[in-house]
């Protein structure tokens, strides 16, 4: 069931394009920032409100990086791995999360905490290495910054 | 020498509001264009020479001209903006939306005045947060002011403006990726011809441009066609948002006369090497283009001449490669990125460049093999221009083909001592 | 015409299609896997590549995919040239990096698209050692086998089953080299034309899973030409057996009929035929009991009762042959022989039949339907009656949008690009049904209405279209509206169709469809008019002519007989049980003939082993009017033979003087098209059993058959001699001409270097179009077009929904409705399990949900079934699963009382 909110958000869109049916992705990532993922119940629900079938909505969502298809944790962090961010330290900073997180890249705290994953050019390479957790930027990263950065999200 | 994008953004990183553009002068092309005829617009931007600035180079004004016009012209016909920067090493869009999102606006609002376009989409990747954020409010103070809804400033102009947030995927810069992304679907990259401008977003013309190409538009308009050429040092007219990453002393961006040379940009604007670390080479225009080395170093970054030394100037943004970081390494890196990306539409994009990257592995690892390097030369053979759906593969070969070129060497130390000197 | 250069040679050809397209036609063994002829062209896998010249100075050239490369005039292209062929390697390389060697164990082996076009490329040498991607497979469902890791990524599948066929739950998920082809979640394929998967795939991801149960590679099938008899449209197939079973059917190209496509009942029905209710040896009753006896006993005792006996009728059936039918009819006489339909079945297959002989509108093979591009469906639900209309119907809907991408000058073949520039945009087609269908998704609109009241629309359109048409009274005017509506798109168009048929078993529907396609043909040469028929031969048997099934218990009734031979036809089916059960009781000897021991088969006095499709030789007519002919695909074991050698038996025993000459299907078919006018030209539907070539016969296996002689080795150690077939022109062996013979007579399709059905290509005089020398079949009813004669008078009154009834119609499955698929076990397990389908609102009057059970009485007999709430449906309608539900042969549609229990 879409909750009254995420179907008022949705349909909100409706006038964007000339038919609904393009909503695709912008409907999966309403449900996702409330949900903070994206589940087969989920989908099934996006299917009725847009008239696309599950399969479709599936087959996008598996295609593109920022849907979520299984449980993240409270926070996810995305850990820029293209050729600045790598150039600049890339491998360092995600052996330190790593260790210090406890997991490895893809998998979530045991705490649901922090699900850490690799993004893509982040866009902001003269600050490299860069990460986002959520929806904050953070870039000129170091080690110790990376921790003090870490306890801000609970 | 004059800015003209980044002319007044403000330094402390704020955006400026509508009120604040408008005082620096923002909107005055917008009321121009909507004087001139569509047609008189097209023509202005084809006199300037403005020419694509996400990559690909195409003149802007030839572009447009190619969209069709007329009372039996399809309608609603479209504007979408590339504002899906993914291609690693390259910030510049970013600047440009996070300061003076107007300036985007304006520049939106002109092109699509020339092109008759009814409804004009900002295709904003999904990571760029606060570019959305301010966008919104700048849509939302456009709305009100009447740059942008029905009858614009009373001209007659219609035009409706909605951003989209990508759902993250390198293909949805590739213009026709894009427009698959925008019907909702997977962004599997189109066959043209047909062209957008024929049947492009939902089947209807369409015109893809870049963020930094649009926010030249109005300037264009304002202050004319000369002037923009007379910005330049060389026969691509106007200024570009240049960018060094890496280990240089100041990774930035500046906006600069498109000409300028390699080595100013480096060494001037970028502070040259850190201390203690030697050039080796750099990618001129983001991930996908060939590697300039020391002998290129007084190159104009401009569309033609990086082009005759074999590689392309791109969006712009340099990635510089010193002499502590492993090239091997490096390229791996990238056919990474490449490999991860594909959509897997044509064969030798999703086979092949996971191919090279196992093999760029192995070489990193120390379990290369001396046949890997003409395998991998072979892989670019096999993924050249035109071999491919689309131009991704082709990207992905131009740091491979040109470090095998330039950096052969490095390759063979790591197949014949197994393992990587660098480490 | 355009002129191109390949190699450096000149030929011309046409402009309107795609270089590679052309260059297969031309004989170049060009490879390909996205490429499809009935899909188009994509561009995906780069594995058509060629290298393309500027000029006769331009020595470099340019590798282009000659799949996506028009063949304009002045193009010069070279296939052979290193460059392309090297490129053309590199794909297969590229293939082969995620590719497992499953050869070996991979069903698709020996006719696989991808093994051929590796030969093909010349690449054969791994170069890496890395390990391979792999996936989880999904179950499907009890038609296709599903094995992800042999994917090419060639998007075939999806393209097929979305884009062509209308399906929604195949999709494709992740991307770069993962990609995966499947449902969002197991489960069986929603669509009713998954089973072209088979086809479609050019490598093992999707094999056939009835096959797998007794697996045989193609080159050891021993195939013949077929004709699928599991509804009215004939497609053409090619069965195959080995060691005695029917293992398979696959598709048998057809350009006027199926082309490449058939539904899943026609490609996995085929199994009631190794049923265990198969009858296999000959039966009579002795002490009550039926049991097995000699056939030479039996036939002597038949010849006693037959012999002069003028007191004996036959009961003939429209799922037998022309030739079995018309032997029984010549065994008890033509006034003694009846159709085996009952009266209203009887009677609507004659009105349609005679509408089509009269004309003017031209009866439409199944590719005429597909470039239809207005059309209007009265009263019949094709997915589940005639199911590949529907998938024709399918791409009809795109010839008007077409038109207009035709002015973007995109061509039709660049396939995503039209779609692209097509969108959701459908041509005109409307549907009346009662029920919601299949189809309505690509339909400009419906209307849900009892039969009454669609047969008044139909009238209502033929009226709008000509005001000679009669008009129809207290017309709503919603009705009106849409019947206005329907009538302008029609007389727009310039191909119009109308579909009708005789699922809703009125006579005023028919008598609708009529009207239309009358007034549509006053202006038009191109209107079209197909009516879907029940079964296989029903057309035939209505050419045939004689009385229908009631007519024969009357017979019997008045003492005018007290024989009678029943073939292929279970009476329980068609009539009501006490009918028949009297029918029984009045007769002293009752014979029947049939494939399956059905209820009436285990009440007979005799019974003798019938063969089915593929054990036998015969004629059927489709719904087009198209006599077709199918030939044995094996000799059946045991006592099985064709229908009509067993009446010749029985014929020869008896004395019946015609019989002496008639000895094979030759002589049955000529003496039918000499004694039925209607059906002179059957004889032209495949050459005769004398045809050859070189010399030699037809080769009903592949030159690569194996274990002719260890088969038997266990049964005897030399070698026996084949079979003989003295019916037809094909022989029981892999020894004949390998020459291509007509298209009726081919087996299957295989060309050096092309082992699977991408062979076709090399078989057609254009691809995706005849083949050569013709398309199997010939067409029996063509009427002048300038037939006259008058319109049908329009029913008075609309439905009226009665307080304590409801109208029971029939409700049809593609699974389960049909009588002998349904006996495959894979069709059987899709079947719906028998319920009664109520509209919201009538299952609100009643107070019963989803699933509650009610009574359903009519005509004095009552059954308990549970309520499927259909949405749509209208009120005062109650459908229930033909086939499915014993009606006790009431003959819907009827009225009932529909009560709570």
Known sequence: MLSPEERQEIEAEFGNYPDKRALTIDAMKIVQKHRGWVSDDALKDISEILGVPVSELDSVATFYNLIYRKPVGRHVILVCDSISCWVMGYDRLRDHLTSRLGIKMGETTADGRFTLLPIVCLGTCDH??????????????????VDSILEQYK | MEKVLTKDVPADGSALDIKRYELAGGYQGVRKALKMAPKEVIDVVKQSGLRGRGGAGFPTGMKWSFVPTGADAPHPKYLCCNADEMEPGTFKDRLLMEATPHQLIEGMICAAHAIEADVAYIFLRGEYILS????????????????????????????????????????????????????????????KPPFPQISGLFGKPTIVQNVETLCNVHHIINKGPEWFKGLSKSEDGGTKLYGASGKVKRPGLWELPMGTTVREILEEHAGGMKEGLRFRGLLPGGASTDFLVEEHLDLKMDFTDVQKAGSRMGTGTMIVMDDRTCPVGFVKNLEHFFAQESCGWCTPCWSGLSWAEKMLQSIEDGQGQEADLDRLSYICRMTAPGHTFCALAPGAAEPLQSALKYFREDFERHIHEKRCPWR | MANIWVDDKTYEVSPDQSLLQVCLELGFDLPYFCWHPALGSVGACRQCAVKQFKDENDTKGRIVMSCMTPASDGTRISVKDSDAEAFRAGVIEGLMLSHPHDCPVCDEGGECHLQDMTVMSGHNYRRTPYPKRTFRNQYLGPLLNHEMNRCIQCYRCVRYYREYAGGTDLAPFASRNITYFGRQEDGILESEFAGNLVEICPTGVFTDKTLKQHYTRKWDLQMAPSVCVHCGLGCSTSAGERYGTLRRILNRYNGEVNGYFLCDRGRFGYEFVNSEQRVRETHSRQDGKLKTVPKEKAVEQLGDILKGNSRVIGIGSPRASLESNFALRSLVGVDRFFNGMSEKSSHLVSLMTEILRQGPARSPSLREIEYSDAVLVLGEDVNNTAPRVALSLRQSVRQQPMEKTDKLKIPRWLDHAVREAVQHDTGPLFIATPNATRLDDVSTGTYRAAPDDIARLGFAVAHALDSEAPAVPDLSDDVRRMAERIARALKSAKRPLVVSGSSLASEAVIHAAANVARALAKDSKSAGLSFAMPEANTLGLALLGGGNLNEAFKTVQEGKADTVIILENDLYRRAPAEAVDNLMQAVRHMVV????????????????????????????????????????????????????????????????AEAASWNVLDDLVSATAGAVPPLEKITEAAPSSKFRMLNEKVPRSPHRYSGRTAM???????????????????????????????????????????????SVNKFQSEINGALRGGDPGVRLIDPPQTGSGLYFSAPQRPFEVRPDEWLLVPLYHVFGSEELSSQAPAVAQLAPKPYVALSTADAERLQVQEGAQVEVKLAGNSQKLPVVVQAGLPKGIAGIPAGLVSVEGAGLPAWASVTRS
Request: proline residues 7%.
């Open chain 1, 128 to 145: 490299a290495p860069a990460m986002m957790v959520d929806e904050d930027l953070h870039r000129d990263l170091d080690t110790e910054k």
């Open chain 2, 132 to 191: 959305a954020e301010r966008l919104r409010k700048a849509l939302a103070e456009a709305y009100e002011h009447n740059y942008l809804g029905k009858n614009i400033l009373g001209s007659g102009v219609n035009l409706e403006m909605h951003l989209h947030m990508s759902g993250g995927r390198y293909m949805c810069g590739e213009e026709t990726g894009l427009l698959n992304a925008l019907e909702g679907k997977r962004a599997n990259p189109r066959t």
């Open chain 3, 593 to 656: 003939l049939d494939q399956l021991m059905t209820p009436t088969a285990s009440k007979s006095e005799f019974v003798l082993p019938a063969g089915a499709f593929a054990e036998s030789d015969g004629t059927f007519v489709n719904n087009e009017g198209r006599a077709q002919r199918f030939f044995q695909a094996y000799v059946p074991k045991d006592d099985i033979q064709e229908s009509w050698r067993w009446l010749l038996d029985l014929m020869k025993a008896s004395g019946h």
């Open chain 3, 712 to 758: 038997l080795a266990n049964i005897k150690v030399s070698e026996p001699k084949p079979p003989q077939d003295p019916d037809s022109a094909l022989a029981f062996s892999m020894e004949g001409t390998p020459t291509q013979p007509p298209s009726s007579l081919m087996p299957f399709f295989w060309s050096p270097g092309w082992n699977s059905i991408q």
